[in-house]
């Protein structure tokens, strides 16, 4: 599990990483960051109703994009925020990993 300290939590947080972030896409997946003055990055995610009605299969989808960034820390100190397209739900854990993993590289 991320740690709490690893997680972008308040609305306003969120709200000025969209307006003021870089965005980068890969696959169906959006990051948006943003450089922060904490010594750590945080990670959010948002995975809308578009990808799916039920929220158990949007819940796995964050469970899942938590698992892999908690494996992959990044040594930037940015706020980063993971947006799922629609698409996503039909990928397996691996081929998730390999486009967060892509993203995560682009960063550094």
């Known amino acids: 599990m991320l740690p ?12 000025k990483i969209f307006k003021r972030g870089r965005t980068f896409k890969e696959a169906s997946l959006i990051l948006k960051t943003l450089k922060n003055n904490l010594g750590l990055s945080r990670f959010g995610f948002v995975v809308s109703q ?9 819940n796995k989808i964050k469970r899942r994009l938590r698992e892999i960034v908690r494996f992959n820390p990044l040594k930037t100190d940015t706020d980063n925020l993971f947006i799922a ?3 996503i739900e039909k990928k397996d854990f691996t081929e998730i990993k390999k486009t967060v993993e892509k993203l ?5």
């Open 4 to 15: 709490l300290k690893n997680r972008i939590r308040k609305k306003k947080d969120i709200e």
């Open 50 to 58: 578009k990808i799916s009605k039920k929220a158990n299969v949007r």
């Open 85 to 87: 397209l629609p698409g």
């Open 104 to 108: 995560l590289s682009r960063i550094k």
